[in-house]
């Protein structure tokens, strides 16, 4: 059973959505402090249910019976083919010893035939009446009593070949009686299991529609952060007008206190002294915060990405990774960044923690992973991202306990660094997504959902049908589709995506020696999808394109379903997030 999830209740989530002034440290009131959630989003996060906790255990123990069930399947599948190869072998040398037979029964036959042409049998009373010379008369009946017994012995050993041969054919055919009779009684044990999970499925489609509900309150929880944020945002903006501050560049910010335009007083530190690269304009009731025009451009640009979903390897409008839209946020204010998470870490201007301002990049990650995100500081609690886990743009909180680095693009760009690097054998984290290997076909758990009972507010649909994927997935997957068309003139060819537990089960009831045990097939995670129009084929145009570039969107082709590894599959692919 999959842990539960840190969700908290509505009651509870709606009691923390208040948006407050919350007061930066040493500054008075904040521009943008939201009260998010804490946790990231509304996309990729269950609610505690404990009807779908029950009905998880019972789909779990009914998964458990079909894994079991399916080893005993595949040695009875085995057993029952090698006893059919077996038969037929039988028969092969049955009907070999008959013809073997036949042709020495032939051969006496025509030896017969021969001395009725020439008068008669030959026998020891023929000869001595021959008249023939005596030496001559011995030497004959010798050699009739070598042929005789060679005929016999002939005839014989092809007798016992043949009573030999229809004697295996017998074995074989009880045994292959034997295996037909347990393949049987294990498609008849099967059948019962099919029959439990088909019970649990009803069962569970209607507790994930009341999780679905609760999902689709979280989700709304969540836009109403972003749009409480935004707003606030705005508000500080418009405050800045009021008050007739006209945001200076970032370069007259940099030398505090002696530097800055008139009016305005520098920003205290948190290790004594004056912060590079913002001011404050001194006032009743409190202070306001002026921070370079472009930083305001910046996180405006931002702002307005707030609800898109998040896909590795995107660069908007439609859809963002990281460090894309950080690029592209500082790239509409002409300040020149990097792209990728590791690169903005490496030449961002370090700043204390404490001293964290609106427009700040925040670097998260942990000892073992090393970096793995990179986001816009609000207020020193808050954050905005394009997160893999929520996979959207969204506000969310800022995790001290994840806290790498504090970056300021207004300060310029230092000497680079290396950023942070996975430890120990850990796995690279990407936006807050974990980044597989190819090889990788473990369990892809995500949101704490079980394998195909996810909701539907939790997908989104690709755009071809009714095939939906993960929403970052599904945005990974729009754009790599994109990129395919420029270069075959037609979009990726799909068949399909997100295969729910009711369509594993009668999947597995077709097709029990193909098909995955329910509740677990990658399908089930909304990460995997079978692609078609060229990529079903090893070594087409279309294969080779995905092999080249799939991985830019996020999308492996697994080793297992690679040519030679005995389930060649080369129409199958998987988003390597989670």
Sequence with gaps: MLPRSPWRTPGTAARVLAVSSAALVLLGAAPAAAAPSDQP??????????????????????????????????????????????????????????????????????????????????????????????????????????????????????????????????????????????????????????????????????????????????????????????????????????????????????????????????????????????????????????????????????MDALGAPYAPGTAGPDSWDCGSLVQTAYGAAGVALPNTQADLFAVTTPVPAADVLPGDLVFLGTPESGLGHVGIALDPKTMLAADGRAGAVVVRTLPSDQLLGIGRPSLGQRSPVAAPGPTGGALRVECGNTIYPPSYDGARAWGGYPNGLIPPSAMCPIGVGAHTLRCDAAAAYKAMSAAFAAAFGSPICITDSYRTYARQVDLYGRKPALAAVPGTSNHGWGLAVDLCGGIERFGTPQYAWMKANAGRFGFLHPDWAEPGRGREEPWHWEFAGT
């Excluded at 294990?186 to 999970?197: F, K, P």
């Excluded at 007008?241 to 948190?270: E, F, N, W």
Aim: no cysteine.
């Design 41 to 302: 989003g509304g996309t990729s996060a269950v609610l505690d249910s404990r009807a779908l906790d029950q009905l998880q255990q019972r789909a779990t123990e009914v998964q458990t019976g079909l894994q079991e069930q399916q080893a005993e399947v595949a040695a009875a599948r085995e057993e029952l083919a090698a006893a059919e190869r077996a038969v037929a072998e039988a028969e092969e040398v049955a009907t070999a010893a008959e013809g073997e037979l036949a042709v020495h029964q032939r051969a006496v036959a025509d030896y017969a035939a021969a001395v009725y042409r020439d008068g008669g049998a030959v026998t020891p009373l023929t000869l001595l009446l021959s008249g023939g010379d005596p030496a001559d008369v011995v030497a004959a009946m010798g050699f009739l009593d070598v042929v005789d017994a060679h005929a016999a012995g002939v005839i014989g050993a092809a007798a016992g070949l043949r009573q030999a041969a229809l004697d295996q054919q017998r074995r074989a055919a009880a045994a292959l009686e034997q295996a037909r009779a347990r393949a049987d009684a294990v498609a008849d044990r099967v059948a019962e299991l099919e029959a439990a999970a088909s019970a649990v499925t009803d069962e569970l489609d209607e507790a994930l529609t009341v999780v679905d509900r609760q999902l689709a309150q979280l989700q709304r929880e969540q836009l109403e952060v972003n749009e409480q944020t935004a707003a606030n945002w705005r508000a500080y903006v418009d405050q800045l007008t009021a008050a007739g501050i006209t945001p200076p560049p970032a370069a007259q910010l940099r030398d505090a206190p002696a530097g800055l335009p008139a009016g305005l007083v520098p920003v205290g530190a948190s290790g004594g002294g004056a912060q590079r690269g913002a001011a404050q304009l001194p006032r009743q009731p409190s202070s306001l915060l002026v921070l370079p025009a472009e930083t305001l451009t910046a996180v405006t640009t931002a």
